[in-house]
């Protein structure tokens, strides 16, 4: 909001003032377009950064609710109520069904295919035996059941189910590679 105001200002005084202002105004006008293409040039990146975001207030709420109700976080309550507010018309069931699905799928990485096609599209010139090598060794660093890996096997599956599943290849891909912060 502030950069918009800042380019208004910038136009009002290279309209009345001078003409040199209008650079400022082309790099400002540059930047936010720059901005706009990565945040919603691929389908994954449409659904992602606005996922995260909401994913943190959401988790903020429930931690609070958990401190004042001295208790523990609860983490599937957390996903619950984000998978709600991005489908609100799932019903409760569906979105049990589509939580126990995803940690079923990170827990047996089951998109092991799916990323592997992806990235034999991508790069050519890599073979079956260095995916399969690095898989195994990305495998030994995470947890599948971690709590900032789950979200994203979340947001995994409403990418897949608003997009397909090649994208969500290509999301998980992007977040191994550590493009999807």
Known sequence: ??????LF????????Y???FL???AILGLWKTLQFWFY???PWRRIHYPAMRLYSSIAGY????????NRMFNFKNALSNFIRALRPDWES????SFIDTEFERSKNF??????KKHILTKKRKISESQIDNNFDEFLSKIDPLDRAWMVRMIIAGIIEDQYGQDDRGEYLYEVIVGNAK
């Open 1 to 6: 909001m502030v950069v918009w105001g800042l």
């Open 9 to 16: 200002i910038f136009v009002f005084l290279s309209v009345f």
């Open 18 to 20: 001078s003409y040199w």
């Open 23 to 25: 650079i400022v105004v």
């Open 40 to 42: 919603k040039s691929r």
């Open 62 to 69: 429930e931690a609070g609710e958990a401190e004042n109700e």
């Open 93 to 96: 069931d569906n979105i049990e």
């Open 110 to 115: 089951e998109d092991r295919k799916l990323i």
